[in-house]
């Protein structure tokens, strides 16, 4: 049910047996899961069921690194949390993802690929996706669309399915309010992570209103689900007890990631090729036997083996119609520029590549608490994204990589803007915020274990893509919410 925490007496005390911070893709899965399992769980959701902007302000920050999205935009502080606006593509983590991987330090996670897929396909139904089925080629032949390039070992084709989008804060809301043991508080805020004694379990969460109320709820087992960012902002606030903060004897809480996206790179077809496989299109990728009518996008990658031997980070690629004034680079020769103005059927067709990439984690990329506070007194992120210098040219061999394979199959090629063999334009970054809790089995080397349980505090638990150990080359999101399906079954089997 959901109840509305404006309404609780100063100092209330609420109990549960699972306390879930955050009612956003992965607090609300969770909950979720949790229903009809004969425990009683408490979500604590900051916002209402529309955007406030009194609310929206707790989200403001600073940022000292690359400046991306504005912290107060790109995330969503209200019931159903950042899924409000997002866009709905999934594609899972691939298996070596989940590897060590020399050539990126800081890789390989406590779990495997395969421990994730049952997961995965649980969390295909939560999102209203098709079969979890990522084969391309099989994809191709059902849309009976051709794939560029279809027989490199160097391109591996690939797509995304999307959800409709699910956006959980509708979505569910009618499931939530018809469940008697998830008890949803809205504009309930998480100010504080109160533990017995220092090095102890959690004793409580400590939760204000914005109008000014206080109270506080005492569980068996904690659940932080409240962004990549706002994990790790409550654990280092928290520090009354601490200095370090909670959970962070490994000191890297923190640490952080993204997806630096590039738009502008140009590929240049000059036989006239069927791209239909790499719109948007709708297929049916049946679950279990029964037909589901899904979107899907095409793209393409290196091959896992490619990237091994090159020493690569990941990318999936997407390809979309580019007008003649991106091309204008400076970089295409003049004959092909001009080409390029002769309308007609022996006008070479200009394509724009959109690049999703993989970054390697660094130290000194990170986010730490600023000197400002919000209204509700917690001090605010500074969050200073950096990208090795080293990833950017790993990137550009990569695309240097797609371009022979385009000029070896005669389709055209690749233009990639460089400057000093650096990619020369401005990375955007794709609103994932990732790795500020990563997971480890080395309690030195992450904040919580393969389980999701932090590694210093036996009954605190954290969902979403702060876990992540590196981001892959693939949306969030479908990740986020496997790995909360996986966390309820355990908290499940253990209590
Ligand atoms: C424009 C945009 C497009 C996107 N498109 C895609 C896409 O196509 N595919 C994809 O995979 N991902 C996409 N994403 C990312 C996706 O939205 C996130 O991965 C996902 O929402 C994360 O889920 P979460 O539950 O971890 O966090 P959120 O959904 O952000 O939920 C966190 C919740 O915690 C609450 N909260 C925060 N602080 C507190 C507090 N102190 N106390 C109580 N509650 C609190 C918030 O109100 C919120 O409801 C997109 C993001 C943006 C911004």
Not at 210 to 217: A, I, K, M, P, Q
Not at 378 to 406: K, Q, Y
Not at 435 to 456: F, I, K, P, Y
Request: glycine share 10%; hydrophobic share 40%.
């Amino acid at each position: 049910m959901i109840l509305d925490a404006r309404e609780l007496a100063d100092s209330a005390v609420l109990t549960a047996d699972v306390c879930i911070a955050g009612g956003g893709a992965a607090g609300l899965t969770l909950g979720l899961s949790l229903r009809n399992k004969g425990l009683t769980v408490c979500i604590l959701e900051s916002g209402g069921y529309e955007p406030d902007n009194a609310v929206q302000a707790l989200y403001q920050g600073t940022m000292s690194g690359i400046k991306t999205w504005e912290l107060d935009k790109c995330r969503m502080r209200l019931l159903g949390g950042t899924t409000y606006h997002w866009e709905g593509l999934c594609r899972p983590f691939v298996p070596e993802d989940f590897t060590a991987r020399a050539y990126i330090p800081g890789s390989g996670w406590p779990v495997t690929y395969e421990d994730i897929v049952p997961f995965y396909r649980r969390a295909h139904r939560t999102l209203g996706l098709g079969g979890f089925d990522y084969d391309a080629r099989a994809l191709s032949e059902r849309l009976q669309f051709p794939l560029l390039l279809a027989d490199s070992d160097v391109v591996e084709p690939r797509f995304y399915q999307l959800s409709p989008p699910v956006r959980f804060g509708t979505r569910y809301r009618t499931d939530l309010n018809e469940a008697p043991d998830v008890h949803v508080y809205l504009h309930a805020n998480v100010v504080d992570i109160r533990l017995t004694a220092a090095g102890g379990p959690v004793s409580h969460f400590e939760c204000k209103t914005l109008e000014g109320t206080s109270f506080r709820v005492e569980a068996q087992r904690y659940v932080l689900a409240l962004g990549g960012l706002e994990n790790a902002r409550v654990l280092l606030a928290s520090n009354a007890q601490q200095s370090e903060g909670i959970a962070n004897g490994s000191g890297r809480v923190g640490y952080f990631l993204e997806h630096p996206h590039y738009y502008r790179c140009i590929a240049l077809l000059t036989k006239p090729s069927d791209l239909r496989f790499y719109r948007r299109n709708r297929v049916d990728i049946p679950v279990d036997g029964q037909s589901q009518l899904v979107d899907v996008y095409g793209g393409f990658g290196l091959s896992a083996a490619v990237r091994a031997g090159a020493g690569l980070p990941d990318f999936t690629a997407t390809l979309e119609p580019a007008a003649l004034e991106e091309a204008d680079t400076g970089r295409l020769p003049a004959k092909t520029m001009q080409a390029l103005t002769v309308s007609g059927a022996g006008r070479p067709e200009l394509l724009r590549l959109s690049l999703q990439t993989e970054q390697t984690p660094t130290p000194e990329s990170r986010m730490t608490l600023g000197n400002e506070v919000d209204a509700l007194g917690m001090p605010r992120i500074d969050l200073h994204w950096t990208i090795r210098s080293d990833d950017n040219e790993a990137l550009c061999r990569a695309a240097e990589l797609l371009g022979v394979e385009l000029g070896r199959a005669g389709l055209g090629r690749a233009w990639v803007p460089l400057q000093d063999q650096r990619f020369a334009w401005i990375r955007n970054a794709g609103c994932h915020h990732m790795g500020t809790t990563s997971m480890s089995a080395d309690a030195s080397l992450g904040v919580v274990n393969a389980r999701c349980q932090a590694h210093d505090v036996e009954n605190l638990y954290i969902a979403g893509s702060s876990v992540f150990v590196t981001g892959g080359a693939c949306n969030p999101t479908l990740s986020i919410v496997a790995l909360a399906h996986r966390l309820a079954d355990h908290l499940e089997e253990t209590f």
